[in-house]
């Protein structure tokens, strides 16, 4: 979204436009990015999530994206969610979420998702649409809850991970707050405290 110039994509002949769950639903900047885009005029479109827990919100996290597709003029096609990450964790490192999540994504995830991919692909071939239908969900509820705030006193510290960073500084040019010093191991606080309560 920070590189692609949203202009082009009635000239696509299929979009698809995924996001990982952030507080229960669709980050405010992806939906505000998809209210922006222009008309789609019957194009083909599908949506899906990314998540860790198991009860992150995430079907009407997906359909979310949908909607928002499809109120633009695009006709759904397709729709999933993808468990492809250890848990958030809250309240320990070492929930029975989190530990259950740490082999993530694995050959079943990409399994799941060449079947979304295919599935979408035939029910073009056959001229089927998909219905957005949300569900009644307690985490639906839990999106009027002042989420961020609550997390930053749940979380004190962010930090780098010496042992796993490589060092390539793909984070450091993907971090919208401009965030991240993978030499010292460090996130700014300060600047994705901002940014997330901007995105609220």
């Known amino acids: 979204m920070q590189t692609f110039d949203k202009n082009l994509l009635p000239s696509y002949d299929l979009i698809i436009v995924g996001t990982p769950v952030f507080y229960y639903d669709t980050p405010a900047n992806v939906s505000q990015w998809l209210e922006t885009i222009p008309s789609l005029l019957g194009t083909p479109v ?52 989190q530990i259950s999540g740490k082999h993530l994504p694995n050959a079943a995830t990409f399994d799941q998702v060449r079947r979304f991919t295919a599935d979408t692909l035939e029910r073009i071939t056959r001229n089927e649409t998909i219905p957005v239908s949300y569900e009644l969900a307690l985490r639906e509820g839990l999106r009027v809850l002042p989420l961020v705030w609550l997390n930053k006193k749940a979380i004190s510290k962010h930090t780098v991970d010496a042992e796993k960073c490589i060092g390539c500084e793909t984070c450091v040019k993907k971090c919208p707050a401009k965030a991240i010093n993978p030499f010292k191991q460090t996130v700014d606080r300060e600047k994705v405290s901002g940014l997330l309560w901007l995105s609220q």
């Open 46 to 97: 599908a949506a899906f999530v990314s998540f860790g827990g198991p009860e992150g919100n995430q079907h009407n996290a997906s359909c979310h994206i949908l909607k928002l597709l499809a109120d633009k003029g695009g006709v759904p096609v397709g729709r999933d969610a993808f468990r492809n990450i250890a848990t958030y964790p809250t309240p320990r490192w070492d929930s029975a979420n």
